[in-house]
């Protein structure tokens, strides 16, 4: 245990695990099984990279890697030229694919839809001259707000074919989010659905698109020439004349001619919003060439992709990072197969994705911790029910893996044997950076173990000097990495501030990490979420982590609330399991008061443990610790936009309030 929280370091506790070497088997056939792909890559990272990014097609080869002479806005392949949708496309079309698989897509009510590569392609060269009639070209803003349906993939490629650059906003956000983000990259064509299944209804999306062109916005003149509708739900919608079309009337004046044209390597892809610690989203901005490079090469690397006979299943929404590069760019650039479904895990009933597993084939799985605690809180009487032995690899991201769910998604989903990558990245950072190679990799349940081949990753002090092994730190990146953010959309100087003021040179991800004796990475959660208790720095993700290791325990949230004596005290929330004999709610608050102490030291004893029937999450999943914090410190709850539904955190308020 080390304790130097005086200088500076955060304080860091290991949880003592096991570790798992790939088989033999797994070993053998792994797409990378030599390790000095590590060093190679780190002698001369950009010829790396440059090799990784031959693999696809260019319609001029570029002469030139990497410019990094006007930092920290880099160019990758800059005088290159490609059409990204033609690398997901055409180019498997021209090898013979055309018959594959895509999209196995599959409706929450149940319809489906099977749409191979040549189909796609030829869709979407269609939407791609339907937008161009609509008077969409190199350098134009589409919005998309659909739900998970195969036209999502579609205007996505389409929109990339013409050089365009997208901004996808998740569906579950509100007319006021939705009105900013497409004043904010001054969208010219919104592409949304009457609706989309969730949880067994329509969940209307063109309603809030008409709310958000009506608002006020921000003075400028709106920017939205056509709103696009798929009918995908048959609802009754409104339409106002000639600022909105039927996907399906436009679409059926145009053929699938359509030749595509290189673009530059640094045209804008897409932006994407993500909020940042102030109340303005951040238009995260990535470009081509590199951002294609490094998702297509991780896709095949870590998930360790064999195209012919894999079948993937991403399970995240196309509205988030995720979405695009592990849904659409990376598995298409590489001809994959890939599950793709609607709606939510329970309906429905909690059998859903097995069954879905069940009846694909599914080989490779990826989902968040989150959902695999949701699922081990039902209990594994479900997923029993089904045939999963098509599993061969799992992933995991979003946010750590405590090793309790860890061992449970092996167990129980990976039926003992199938590897887990723990993936971390950052819609900042495009595509995973840090991530176990299968073949190669000693799995260590909780850490997300090394850097990818190519990526100079390091943890750092305050004043920006690396950390010893075992000591907490910062985590940094030191090279510029070809899927990086390339500014934030519009706004260059806040690009600076919020992610290379603190240390100059290094990108400064958020996140606070630890490097074990072995060399292994383990994140420690947002910088934001490390506690400060009677100086000493705790982490919120290892608290939480030894929470869910007690067998009672199904899920916890950790938050530092200011105390008057230890400047924070740890405040923790647990779900219990629901089968699970229950103690009293005292006896069970005392008995994981010890155990925390038990596992990480008396120091990261909770001050109060509340058992909780649900805890507050986004719709994306995220547990929305800020506002638990709020509630352990009797302040009133801030907003709550971003929130799946606010009953939860009512409920824990007026608990918390009682026992006061
Ligand atoms: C967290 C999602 C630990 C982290 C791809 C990061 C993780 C933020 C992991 C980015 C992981 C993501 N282990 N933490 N495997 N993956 N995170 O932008 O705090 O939605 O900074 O990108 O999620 O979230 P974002």
Request: net charge negative.
């Amino acid at each position: 245990m080390s304790s130097a929280a005086h200088d500076g370091t955060i304080e860091s506790h290991s949880l003592e695990v096991e570790t798992y070497p790939p088989s033999a088997e797994f070993a053998e056939q792994a797409n990378v099984h030599d390790s000095s792909v590590y060093w190679r890559a780190a002698e001369d990272h950009e010829a790396y990279w440059a090799s990784r990014a031959r693999d696809l097609q260019w319609t001029k080869p570029f002469t030139e890697v990497l410019d990094w002479s006007n930092p920290p806005f880099a160019k990758w392949f800059q005088d290159g030229e490609l059409n990204v949708a033609a690398n997901c496309l055409d180019r498997h079309i021209a090898a013979g694919l055309a018959d594959r698989v895509a999209i196995h897509w599959e409706g929450e009510p149940g319809d489906t839809r099977t749409i191979t590569y040549g189909e796609l392609t030829h869709e979407v060269k269609r939407a791609a001259n339907m937008l161009t009639a609509l008077g969409i070209t190199q350098g134009d803003r589409v919005a998309i707000y659909l739900p998970m349906i195969p036209e999502a993939v579609i205007s996505m490629l389409a929109v990339a074919r013409l050089g365009a650059t997208h901004s996808v906003v998740f569906g579950g956000f509100s007319a006021d989010s939705l009105r900013s983000r497409i004043d904010d990259a001054e969208a010219k064509i919104v592409i949304t659905a009457d609706g989309g299944y969730r949880k067994g209804r329509v969940s209307q999306l063109k309603p809030t698109v008409d709310e958000a062109l009506a608002l006020e916005g921000n003075g400028s003149p709106l920017s939205v020439e056509h709103v696009l509708v798929v009918d995908r739900c048959g609802s009754e919608v409104a339409m106002q004349p000639r600022r909105d079309l039927w996907w399906h009337e436009e679409i059926s004046a145009f053929d699938g001619e359509h030749t595509a044209k290189g673009f530059p390597a640094e045209n804008p892809l897409f932006i994407l919003y993500t909020s940042g610690t102030t109340g303005k989203p951040k238009g995260i901005l990535h470009t081509s060439g590199g951002y294609l490079t490094q998702v297509t090469a991780t896709h095949n690397d870590v998930f360790d992709l064999k195209p012919e006979t894999d079948v993937f299943w991403c399970t995240a929404d196309v509205g988030w990072v995720t979405g695009h590069s592990y849904i659409v760019y990376g598995p298409l650039a590489n001809g994959a197969t890939q599950v793709m479904y609607e709606g939510t895990p329970d309906t429905p009933d909690w059998g859903r994705w097995w069954q879905l597993i069940e009846k694909y084939g599914v080989t490779i799985f990826y989902t968040a911790p989150t959902a695999i605690r949701a699922c081990m809180k039902v209990g594994r009487q479900v997923p029993e029910q089904y045939d999963l032995s098509s599993i061969r690899l799992l992933g995991s991201v979003g946010e750590p893996i405590n090793p309790e769910a860890w061992r449970w998604y092996r167990e129980v989903i990976g039926a003992g044997k199938a590897p887990i990558v723990d993936t971390w990245w950052q819609t900042e950072t495009g595509a995973i950076m840090v991530a176990p190679l299968p073949g190669l990799t000693r799995l260590k349940p909780g850490s997300a173990q090394v850097a990818q081949p190519g990526i100079d990753l390091n943890v750092v002090d305050e004043a920006g000097n690396r950390v010893d092994p075992g000591q907490g730190g910062l985590l940094t990146i030191r090279k510029p990495w070809p899927a990086m953010v390339r500014t934030i959309w519009g706004d260059d100087q806040r690009f600076i501030d919020t992610y290379w003021e603190k240390f100059g040179d290094q990108y400064f991800a958020g996140d606070g990490a630890r490097v074990d004796k072995d060399g292994d990475v383990w994140l420690l959660g947002r910088v934001d979420d490390v506690m400060n208790v009677s100086g000493h720095r705790l982490s919120t993700t290892e608290i939480e982590s030894a929470l869910v290791e007690h067998h009672a325990v199904a899920e916890a949230a950790v938050v530092g609330a200011d105390d008057e004596t230890t400047g924070q005290a740890v405040v923790s929330f647990c779900v219990m399991k629901s089968q699970q004999e229950l103690l009293s709610a005292d006896d069970a608050e005392a008995a994981l008061k010890k155990h925390v102490a038990d596992t990480i030291g008396a120091i990261a004893r909770p001050r109060n443990i509340y058992i909780v029937s649900e805890l507050p999450k986004t719709r994306s999943g995220k547990i929305m610790r800020r506002l638990l914090k709020q509630v352990a410190e009797g302040k009133e709850v801030g907003d709550t936009t971003t929130l799946a539904d606010t009953v939860a955190i009512t409920m824990i308020q007026q608990q918390v309030n009682t026992t006061r």
